[in-house]
């Protein structure tokens, strides 16, 4: 195959493949669209990073139109935005299209009722289903552990090693012998650390890390909070908390299989459960919320958590399709 040709192929490839994202972004895709996307992805490692490829230009013009929409001038953002994407991505007009919509506040497209990943989810390096869990090497002495739906993405950097949780629960086990640290962000925060093992969660923008052994700290902006064995901080767009104590193994008991609650409302367990449980449960009684939870549950057997509610509250339970069940 030639130079020429092979460039052809990889055009050919990332034209599709933004197809694909702007179907994401810009539709109501469904459970098989997602599956079909998925065969696509699987056909070849250049589908793959195509559509990663895609997914990051699409991520960088919005974000670009985005600031531009909030110039004085928004008559002139659109138009801007247009511009800047046709410098990027000149055979994908139609795409410009999509960013203007963005500018417009369409960017965020999130899955209705997290049934399906988002698009930063799907374009992930490593990323975990629902009630899946994995191992990764980063490096030979960084390790990680990914929860149920955990999307981690590589960043380069010149002086660490450095991913990005985009989403979900993992823990990493670092035992650097090179003098450079390791670096997770999440949301807007950093966690270095060299020696050490922690346990990182970023859901909805609410960062929660959990120093497990050696040392951690967690920045914010200007602000770093330092972390040792059993102490937890949470920080957010708020800002960073002060750094509290925690009980280690009920922060790690999904490694092995379990979810502790301890003086939990049952809109906080719900929410947990929901992370592993196919489909969605969805609380329709203010009163029942607010029922506090004490126990312990084994992932493996969550299709058993309504009936368990049921019984325990003697609440309502309404199935729908797609896996959705309302509780009242």
């Known amino acids: 195959?030639?130079?020429?040709?092979?460039?052809?192929?990889?055009?050919?490839?990332?034209d599709e493949a933004l197809d694909w994202v702007v179907r994401l972004k810009t539709a109501a895709p469904t459970r098989a669209d997602l599956d079909a996307l998925q065969c696509w992805r699987q056909q070849s490692p250049a589908h793959e990073e195509a559509f990663k490829k895609a997914a990051r230009l699409f991520r960088h013009a919005g974000i670009a139109a985005s600031e531009l929409a909030d110039q004085p001038d928004a008559v002139n953002a659109a138009s801007a935005s247009?511009?800047?994407l046709s410098k990027v991505l000149a055979r994908r007009a139609f795409l410009g299209g999509a960013i203007a919509a963005a500018s417009a506040g369409y960017l965020v497209v999130r899955p209705p009722l997290g049934l399906w990943p988002s698009l930063d989810e799907l374009s992930a390096d490593y990323r975990t289903g629902k009630g899946e869990q994995r191992k990764v090497a980063v490096t030979p002495d960084v390790s990680l552990e990914l929860n149920t739906q955990t999307s981690i993405a590589l960043r380069s950097a010149p002086d660490e090693t450095r991913i990005e949780l985009i989403s979900g629960e993992a823990t990493v086990a670092a035992t650097r012998s090179s003098p450079k640290p390791f670096v997770m962000l999440a949301a807007n925060g950093r966690i270095t650390a060299k020696q050490a093992d922690f346990n990182a969660r970023c859901l909805d923008g609410i960062v929660r890390v959990t120093c497990l052994s050696g040392i951690v700290d967690v920045a914010l902006g200007t602000n770093v909070v330092q972390l040792h064995a059993a102490e937890q901080v949470s920080y957010s767009v708020g800002g960073i908390e002060m750094s509290v104590p925690v009980d280690p193994a009920q922060v790690t008991a999904w490694q092995a299989g379990l979810l502790i609650f301890r003086d939990q409302?049952?809109?906080?367990?719900?929410?947990e459960v929901n992370r592993y449980r196919p489909g969605k449960i969805i609380?329709?009684?203010?009163?029942?919320?607010?029922?506090?939870?004490?126990?312990?549950?084994?992932i493996s057997k969550l299709a058993d958590f309504v009936l368990q509610v049921q019984q325990l509250f003697g609440a309502q339970v309404r199935s729908l399709p797609g896996g959705v069940v309302l509780l009242g």
């Open 283 to 298: 609380i329709t009684n203010a009163d029942l919320k607010h029922r506090v939870v004490n126990g312990t549950f084994q």
């Open 265 to 271: 409302a049952l809109a906080d367990v719900v929410d």
């Open 1 to 14: 195959m030639t130079a020429a040709s092979d460039t052809s192929e990889r055009d050919a490839l990332l």
């Open 82 to 84: 247009q511009r800047l």
